[in-house]
């Protein structure tokens, strides 16, 4: 029921094709083996890691470089000396859900939205956290007024989606709007180009989905203009060349394209000048490390509890730091999976959405 509930949501919206660098799943499952080295060390072949494509994939596979190295040197510490650390990037979210169902991938980075989707075949093992923002409000006109958001020393477990306006005539009219204190209506927000995520996506899907409910009862399959953007790269793209006028992502998304708007983008203005919050969701639990259910080297509850304590203490060096701030990560501690009952009824929400 939880594929077919993705298949449909995400059939539903006016789309392109979802590309990506990488498969969304590895080309073989993993083996804990049997043998152990000369230091007394279990030996593992493969581990198979796979990232979702929230930033560029190319950017991803380049970032994340560093963290096999890390995780060879952290986990030998701790018992297993691993031959092999294998990193894609997923076509889709749903592309890694499935490869950890299947078991064809071991670990993945992937949302929380991501996560109780796939929860049958996934295990959550870690919740990130990330630097707080200077803005923490649910009024869309205080993102604005204080802008532009810095990053705090605070380290938080959750964050917010933003509705962003662009440079558009009609991005700039509901931004003028919501900066004069008015009320934006349904046929205000119905009337323009919207970006949206894949609908697994917490950020940039369902958060804004549930956000439309509360002041609207509607939902993104509302719109009369949506499209589906395969990452926030070209979702911004889109919003800085006026080919949508309002975009959903995460709060802190315009940090991390802020060189591009004005680089890659040729945009004369920053993104701070050419861009407004039109709408602030609730918070949303930070994203997971989650293993699979089903390969083989995580059948092995001693690889899965190192594995833990080997990305918390990645996460806690500046070396590691730097890798991860690629999912604008900080840090990580130990997750339960109750953490992500919130999730869970924003899900049931969507799959009330599907039966219609």
């Not at 080295?37 to 198979?48: H, I, R, T, W």
């Not at 859900?97 to 939205?113: C, Q, S, V, W």
């Not at 996506?201 to 993104?220: C, E, R, T």
């Amino acid at each position: 029921m939880k594929k077919l509930m993705a298949m449909l949501l995400t059939g539903a919206m006016v789309t392109g094709m979802l590309t990506g660098c990488g498969s969304g799943s590895s080309s073989a499952s993993s083996s804990a083996g049997s043998t152990e080295a000369a230091n007394g060390n279990k030996v593992v072949e493969d581990l198979n890691i796979a990232f979702v494509p929230s930033r560029e994939p190319d950017e991803i596979v380049t970032a994340t470089e560093p963290l096999k190295d890390m995780l060879k040197s952290e986990m030998s510490k701790l018992g297993y000396d691993i031959n092999n650390v294998n990193i894609t990037v997923g076509t889709s979210f749903e592309a890694v859900g499935e490869a950890l169902t299947a078991g064809t991938t071991d670990m993945g980075f992937i949302p929380g939205g991501t996560y109780v989707l796939y929860d049958d075949g996934a295990e959550v093992l870690l919740t990130a956290t990330r630097d707080g923002l200077s803005i923490d409000s649910d009024s869309a006109k205080d993102w604005n007024d204080q802008k532009p958001t810095q990053a705090t020393d605070k380290q938080v477990t959750y964050y917010r989606a933003l509705m962003i306006a662009g440079p558009s005539e009609k991005g700039q009219e509901l931004a003028a709007k919501v900066n004069a204190g008015e009320e934006l209506t349904w046929e205000d927000i119905d009337s323009a180009n919207w970006s949206v995520m894949n609908s697994s996506s917490s950020a940039g899907y369902i958060y804004p989905s549930l956000w439309l409910k509360d002041k609207y009862g509607k939902s993104v399959l509302d719109l009369s203009h949506a499209v589906q953007s395969d990452s926030y790269g070209s979702a911004f793209a889109r919003l800085a060349s006026g080919q949508i006028d309002v975009l959903c992502c995460y709060a802190d998304a315009r940090r991390d394209y802020e060189d591009k708007w004005t680089g890659d983008y040729a945009m004369s203005n920053s993104i701070w000048d050419d861009t407004n919050v039109i709408g602030v969701t609730d918070g949303i639990y930070n994203d997971t490390i989650s293993v699979s259910k089903s390969s083989e080297v995580m059948q092995d509850a001693g690889f899965k509890s190192a594995l833990q304590q080997a990305l918390i203490n990645i996460g806690n060096t500046d070396e590691g730091k730097e890798v991860i701030a690629i999912y604008s990560h900080q840090g990580y501690v130990a997750a339960n999976d109750s953490d992500y009952d919130s999730e869970r009824e924003a899900q049931k929400f969507l799959q009330s959405l599907s039966a219609q």
